[in-house]
T-cell receptor, first 114, second 108 residues
């Protein structure tokens, strides 16, 4: 069984469209994240959730709206897509809010905006 | 602010040993982690050092010096499959911050 799964794996869409990426973890973790990895492979945190509650919004444009219906799911909706949104988006989860930094990543969603 | 510095690229020969350094500047430091990411893949956790010293896991070891705000990842008996990007990371507050990654090239 996949621990952290994201769908879709690839997403090609036109500028101005709205799209969603789904993430589910079956590890029973409390904390989930969204990261954006650009072409230079820099992993930048976007959002952090703990038990469905938004903890961190790392100055991400309002066009990005995460939603966590329960602690096993964290989805990402993006409105009015722009060329600069092209990147790989990773969902990740971590056991708790303690010091453990072992995060488990999904396989990533490669978003291409044309 | 928080920052982690690591070399952008390192090249080594198959069978050799390579060290990837990381210096960090953070508030509320708990420990230093290392992740591996192959091209097209997801980052995967390798190690975590909370205390000073060397932690060994098979061919990979990780070192931390809290007083120097410095750590490194040591890879021994390099294999071609070790060609990947390696990220150091720290937890600060509720987020995990990653360095910009070191691309490891291995020559046959």
């Amino acid at each position: 069984d996949t621990a952290v799964s994201q769908t879709p794996k690839y997403l090609v869409t036109q500028m101005g469209n709205d799209k969603s990426i789904k993430c589910e973890q079956n590890l029973g973790h409390d904390t989930m994240y969204w990261y954006k990895q650009d072409s230079k492979k820099f992993l930048k945190i976007m959002f952090s959730y703990n038990n469905k509650e938004l903890i961190i919004n790392e100055t991400v444009p309002n066009r990005f709206s995460p939603k966590s219906p329960d602690k096993a799911h964290l989805n990402l909706h993006i409105n009015s897509l722009e060329l600069g949104d092209s990147a790989v988006y990773f969902c990740a989860s971590r056991p708790d809010r303690g010091e453990n930094t072992e995060a488990f990543f999904g396989q990533g969603t490669r978003l291409t905006v044309v | 602010g928080q920052s982690l510095e690591q070399p952008s690229e390192v090249t080594a020969v198959e069978g050799a040993i390579v060290q990837i350094n990381c210096t960090y500047q953070t508030s509320g430091f708990y420990g230093l982690s290392w992740y591996q990411q192959h091209d097209g893949g997801a980052p995967t956790f390798l190690s975590y050092n909370a205390l000073d010293g060397l932690e060994e896991t098979g061919r990979f070891s990780s070192f931390l010096s809290r007083s120097d705000s410095y750590g490194y990842l040591l890879l021994q008996e390099l294999q071609m499959k070790d060609s990947a990007s390696y990220f150091c990371a720290v937890k600060t507050g509720d987020k995990i911050i990653f360095g910009k990654g070191t691309r490891l090239h291995i020559l046959p």
